[in-house]
């Protein structure tokens, strides 16, 4: 069991490209999260799925958009990348089906560079 | 929305020494606090957690306490050991089970270094 996987770990990316990260989990959680982690701002979220065929918006959606097929993928699309996007990306999921579904288990990260 | 302040930016402790970072919360609706450990360059793993019906939880040298009335819960580690260095991060999610579920949000980290 791989449990949540990220691809790719690390890209250079020239402004104005367009850029999807991919997230893929195995745990069958309902819940999935896309966070960017910045020095000194701790992790915020960006858009999150309760379960597959709904989104919503986070504290930082701006310039990111996402979808949700099926419950296992929760790709992050950069429309047009700009340089304030470099980050560190981490996509979690959770699993609502108990009384643990607020513990989010978290992907080893993108690290993302935009020139 | 929630706001959490996460206090100090960074600690350094002689192994052996207790640990002991704080958070305050803003919404007193939150009722779900957990707590991730971050290794350089690894991700966010969960190592603690506490609910808002729980004044304190405890695992082995960590522990968390809660005080819903002053909006602030603490994570106490003892006996710290080199490997205890790295971040730590808290965060806080109102209606935990309700709609919002699972929009964590995040205090700012601490940098803890235990020096041998």
């Known amino acids: 069991i791989a449990g949540i996987t990220q691809a790719p770990t690390s890209q250079i990316l020239a402004a104005g490209r367009r850029m999807t990260l991919r997230c893929t989990q195995d745990?069958?959680?309902?819940?999935m999260y896309w966070y960017r982690q910045d020095l000194g701002l701790g992790l915020r979220l960006i858009h999150y799925?309760?379960?597959?065929?709904?989104?919503g918006k986070g504290e930082v959606p701006d310039g990111y958009s996402v979808s949700r097929a099926n419950t296992d993928d929760f790709p992050l699309t950069l429309a047009s990348a700009v340089p304030s996007q470099t980050s560190v990306y981490f996509c979690?999921?959770?699993?609502?089906?108990?009384?643990?579904?607020?513990?989010?288990?978290f992907g080893p990260g993108t690290r993302l560079l935009v020139l | 929305g929630e706001n959490v302040e996460q206090h100090p930016s960074t600690l350094s402790v002689q192994e052996g020494d207790s640990a002991v970072i704080k958070c305050t919360y803003s919404?007193?609706?939150?009722?779900?606090f957990p707590w991730y450990k971050q290794e350089l360059g690894k991700r966010p793993q969960l190592i603690i957690d506490?609910?808002?019906?729980?004044g304190e939880k405890k695992d082995q040298r960590i522990a968390v306490t809660l005080n819903k009335t002053a909006k602030h819960f603490s994570l106490h580690i003892t006996e710290t050991q080199p490997e205890d260095s790295a971040v730590y991060f808290c965060?806080?999610?109102?209606?935990?089970?309700?709609?919002?579920?699972?929009?964590?949000?995040f205090g700012q980290g601490t940098i803890l270094t235990v020096h041998p």
């Open positions: 979690a999921s959770s699993d609502s089906s108990g009384g643990a579904r607020e513990t989010q288990y």
């Open positions: 745990m069958r959680h309902n819940a």
């Open positions: 799925s309760n379960t597959a065929g709904t989104t």
């Open positions: 919404d007193s609706a939150s009722n779900y």
């Open positions: 506490i609910r808002s019906n729980v």
């Open positions: 965060a806080a999610i109102a209606n935990a089970g309700g709609t919002s579920y699972g929009k964590l949000t």
